[in-house]
């Protein structure tokens, strides 16, 4: 047993010297039998095996490392360019905020590049084409962020305000209603009697009353409203 740990604890230094960080553990089988083994502890120090020094006993495993060993290479640099991409759409957000939709728009373009199965990112690129009153790429924007995510409620919000825009009202209540029924947050509830608004105001009668009632009954639901 001794001489056994001392030869893993010997690879296990060697390792080190690689930047290969491992451990050894015991391992009692159900006759009694006890062995030990020696293994390699994280992907960094995985990649550096594979790279460093690889199987150079076996043809095939060694062709295998090599090709393990440029995946999670490959895996590390976009894991960095995703990191770079979501600093870029945190940057447009605050560009957005502050009134500057061009430059806002472009950085939202880029982070898009590699990131375009991001919902949210999608949406805020919306926000600054509508704010630079490209509605049609608006609209495209937030269709794609839905496409993306179905029960995110902020594009079907931004879609109604478009709609509104280009006069049809039963295009608004439906995005409206679909947002605050996906998340009934305050502003969503809003946005919902707001539809229910503008058609009542069209009609007359008991058509009128019924579509009133349906906006106070978005009303009723909100924790706050502004007086």
């Keep these: ?58 043809e095939e495993k060694k062709v295998i490392g090599l090709l393990a060993y440029e995946y999670l290479k490959r895996k590390d640099a976009i894991k960095e360019i995703r990191r770079k991409c979501i600093e870029k759409a945190k940057s447009a957000y605050q560009l957005l905020l502050g009134g500057q939709y061009e430059k806002a728009k472009k950085l939202y373009t880029e982070a898009l590049h590699c990131l375009p199965d991001n919902e949210v990112i999608w949406n805020d690129y919306g926000v600054s084409c509508f704010r630079l009153k490209e ?12 496409g993306l995510n179905q029960n995110y409620a902020l594009p079907y919000r931004n879609l109604a305000v478009i709609a509104w825009q280009e ?24 946005y919902a009697a707001h539809a229910y608004i503008i058609l009542a105001e069209k009609q007359k009668g008991k058509e009128q009353q019924k579509l009133f009632g349906k906006a106070a009954e978005y009303y009723k639901k909100m924790k706050h409203i502004s007086k």
């Excluded at 020696?38 to 150079?56: D, H, M, P, Q, T």
Aim: aromatic share 8%; charged share 30%; no cysteine.
């Design 1 to 58: 047993k001794t001489n056994i740990l001392e030869f893993l604890n010997d690879i296990r230094l060697l390792l080190a010297e690689f930047g290969i960080e491992s451990m050894i553990y015991e391992i009692k089988a159900l006759d009694g039998r006890v062995s030990y083994r020696l293994a390699i502890v994280g992907e960094e120090s995985i990649k550096n095996f594979l790279g460093k020094i690889n199987y150079e006993y076996s």
């Design 135 to 146: 509605n049609e790429a608006a609209g495209n924007a937030f269709r794609k962020a839905i």
């Design 167 to 190: 006069k049809d009202d039963d295009q608004g209540q439906k995005m409206a209603v679909k947002a605050a029924e996906l998340d009934p947050i305050d502003e969503n509830l809003r």
